[in-house]
């Protein structure tokens, strides 16, 4: 049958009966505590009617209740859906329309956005993980034991939909754990380990990359909602080890005025991903934390996500790369349109194949097809080697800006304005231009007041002419969904009404 994510839940529960594994603001509990809980919650839902094979969302903050419905339905042989709690119910409905949902698990404070949605959309199974927590302690606690293969559907993940309606990324128990293993192994991930997640457990790389890893070497994990000030708390009570965060986390908490008054001294990973950091940005980070054990951490919800790192000693050299290897169980290549590798220097697509690629888009065998071809997933990433094999992102295949029949990309454009010391960070778009076909457009966060003209002199010493943005506009924040992803359509509708 194969070893399940649940059936790792499970052995850890009989390795490490007596170890605090869960740590919230609510609760700490041991593996044993958690397995247990889960068994009860289980068999309530399976005496509701629940079974294997129905696809039900979970609907949670970070915190015990997530866990306690995303491995309860993964023992009954269900699939969690993990969503965005953030979502408004059409937006819910469209997506659970789209996967043929069968019920949704929710913690309880979002109990009138769940009744609005079932409104849109007919659901047999709605649950509030509370009241199933509560109701199930009469039930058994011991595990279930029902006959599930490592290669059965264990889960269902959404892309960002940073353009669109998200899809539903498949996978089983047996790709979901490659995901761990291979970052167990390139981490060094042990037992010891103490993982801090406060990025939303409803996005692909804090539950399937990091989470899981922690989970396959057995560490206590620390789970909370991200807060710049709560981070940094969490890191000196707890006496973390390891965190996962978008770059925009980091930049954040970086910001306290007291950030000299913590310890962050435990900390011996701050993996960064879902985005750049600009090279000055990165500078700034590292000098906040007074700490350089940071690594710039690549994939994609299709590939697990899985994909390459690059490790705080090639910060050094390679600060902007994604590195120069996949991760142990994956290869990485980058190409021209043909399918042929790129020289030095050369623009083309990154393409990735290994043992954690999603089995498919859920029933799109036309987006499924175009995404993976002869077992490589096509990233849609612009990016080039350099001379000594690392591989640096230009951008997104469909962020590029075509003016006048030449591309530019915005990526490029961003690191300059970064390194402006007034500017703290800027998302570049494409408008349509009567003409050139689509002009240049930054839209800026500044730190403090700063003229347009100021920023026009200060790029144009660092780029060619036709890369310098036409237009500047100036806004308090940049649109992000939960992963902390720049919404790139709802900057460029900002941009176009601005």
Not at 94 to 109: H, M, Q, S, T
Not at 202 to 210: C, E, K, V
């Amino acid at each position: 049958m194969g070893l399940t994510v649940h059936g790792v839940l499970e052995r850890n529960a009989r390795k490490f009966p007596e170890k605090e594994a869960f740590i919230t603001p609510n609760v700490r509990l041991t593996y044993a505590d958690m397995n247990e809980k889960c068994n009860q919650i289980a068999r309530l839902l399976q005496a509701q009617g629940i079974q294997q094979g129905d696809k039900v969302a979970v609907m949670s903050r970070n915190s015990e209740h997530y866990f306690y419905a995303f491995f309860s339905l993964m023992k009954l042989g269900a699939i969690p859906m993990p969503l965005n709690i953030r979502l408004t119910p059409t937006e819910l409905a469209a997506i659970l329309k789209e996967v043929n949902a069968d019920g949704i698990l929710f913690e309880d404070e979002l109990q009138a956005n769940v009744k609005a949605t079932k409104e849109l959309l007919p659901l047999t199974h709605i649950f509030s993980i509370q009241q199933a927590g509560a109701l199930a302690s009469d039930y058994a606690a011991d595990n279930l034991d029902l006959p599930i293969d490592s290669r059965d559907v264990c889960e269902i993940l959404f892309t960002s939909g940073t353009t669109g309606t998200p899809k539903g990324a498949v996978f089983n128990h047996e790709r979901v754990l490659a995901v761990a293993t291979a970052v167990s192994l390139n981490f060094g991930l042990s037992n010891e380990d103490r993982m801090l997640t406060l990025m939303p457990l409803s996005h692909s790389a804090p539950i399937n990359t990091f989470f899981m890893s922690g989970l396959y070497s057995g560490c206590s994990h620390v789970i909370a909602d991200f807060a710049p000030k709560t981070f940094l708390q969490l890191i000196q009570q707890e006496k973390t080890t390891f965190s996962f965060a978008a770059p925009i986390a980091y930049l954040l908490s970086s910001q306290d005025p007291e950030i000299d008054q913590y310890d962050l001294s435990s900390m011996r990973v701050f993996a960064y991903g879902g985005g750049p950091l600009a090279l000055a940005s990165y500078e700034r980070v590292k000098k906040a934390f007074k700490n350089e054990n940071f690594f710039q951490v690549y994939g994609l919800t299709e590939a697990g996500p899985n994909g390459t790192l690059l490790y705080p000693r090639e910060h050094l050299t390679k600060a902007g790369s994604i590195g120069k290897y996949a991760t142990v169980n994956m290869e990485m290549r980058v190409v021209r349109p043909d399918g042929s590798e790129t020289a030095a220097n050369e623009y083309g697509e990154i393409i990735l194949t290994g043992d954690s690629l999603m089995l498919e888009y859920y029933q799109k065998l036309e987006e499924t097809a175009a995404a993976i071809k002869g077992g490589w997933l096509y990233t849609g990433d612009i990016a080039y080697r350099d001379e000594d094999g690392y591989v640096y992102i230009v951008d997104r295949k469909k962020d590029i800006i075509i003016s006048g029949g030449v591309n530019i990309y915005p990526r490029e454009i961003e690191e300059v304005l970064a390194k402006h010391e007034a500017v703290s960070e800027s998302c570049v778009v494409g408008i349509p231009h009567p003409e050139w076909g689509e002009t240049v457009k930054a839209v800026v966060v500044a730190k403090e007041p700063v003229a347009e003209e100021e920023l026009r002199a200060f790029v144009s010493t660092h780029l060619a002419d036709y890369k310098c943005p036409r237009l500047y506009s100036f806004v308090e924040e940049l649109p992000r969904n939960a992963s902390g992803k720049i919404l790139k359509q709802q900057v460029k509708q900002l941009a176009t009404s601005v």
